[in-house]
Structure formats: structure tokens, C-alpha cells
């Protein structure tokens, strides 16, 4: 069975940084394109980062403050989150995805809470 293993979340103050990882299990991780996800109380869930083994792409209200990586020999994928504020609290949830013409899996982590407060 597939597992997507978050870690690093926490409590931190405004200004800090934080570094979320996410290891993967028992998929062709190269295959996946690899994202992290965001759910504040009350809110939809967002896409915050997403990575392929070409490009990345962020929402704008992180731009320039976090960074995506991921490294396909430990199929691991972190999200270096800088200049943190209080309206980045959420969950984070890491997703993997393959999309191959009319087949699309998403797979899920159980999520890490970020909690950014003085």
C-alpha cells in the first residue's frame, strides 16, 4: 500500500521558518508529480506547491518565501516555508500524482499541522 509520511510541522512564530518533508513508499515516485497541500479550519483545501521533474509552481500568497524540492533517489519531497505568517496555519497534506491520458491516482498523506503565532 502506498504511504505518504509527512513530517516537520509545529509551532513557530511570525517571521520564522519551518521545513516540511514527505516520504514516499511503494510507488515509482519519478512517475509522480508531487504536491503540498493546505486546509485551514473553515476553508477549502488548497494547493500551496507542486513539483515534476522539471518545473515547480506555487500559489501566489507563498511566492518568494517558500521553496518546493524533491529528491527522487530518497523519494522524498520537502517544502522549505520562510517569512512564515499567522495566515499560513493550516494542516499540510503532501500529494502524489499520476495523470497518463485518461488515468488519474492521487495519493495522500495523514497531514502535519503548521501553526504560525506569537
Known amino acids: 500500500q502506498v504511504q505518504l509520511v509527512e513530517s516537520g510541522g509545529g509551532l513557530v512564530q511570525p517571521g520564522g521558518s519551518l521545513r516540511l518533508s514527505c516520504a514516499a513508499s511503494r510507488i515509482t515516485f519519478s512517475f509522480y508529480a508531487m504536491g503540498w497541500y493546505r486546509q485551514a479550519p473553515g476553508k477549502q483545501r488548497e494547493l500551496v506547491a507542486a513539483i515534476t521533474n522539471s518545473s515547480t509552481s506555487y500559489t501566489d500568497s507563498v511566492k518568494g518565501r517558500f521553496t518546493i524540492s524533491r529528491d527522487n533517489a530518497k523519494h522524498t519531497v520537502d517544502l522549505q516555508m520562510n517569512s512564515l505568517r499567522p495566515e499560513d496555519t493550516a494542516v499540510y497534506y503532501c500529494?502524489?500524482?499520476?495523470?497518463?491520458?485518461?488515468?488519474?491516482?492521487?495519493?495522500w498523506g495523514q497531514g502535519t499541522q503548521v501553526t504560525v503565532s506569537s
Open positions: 500529494n502524489a500524482n499520476i495523470k497518463i491520458g485518461l488515468y488519474e491516482r492521487n495519493y
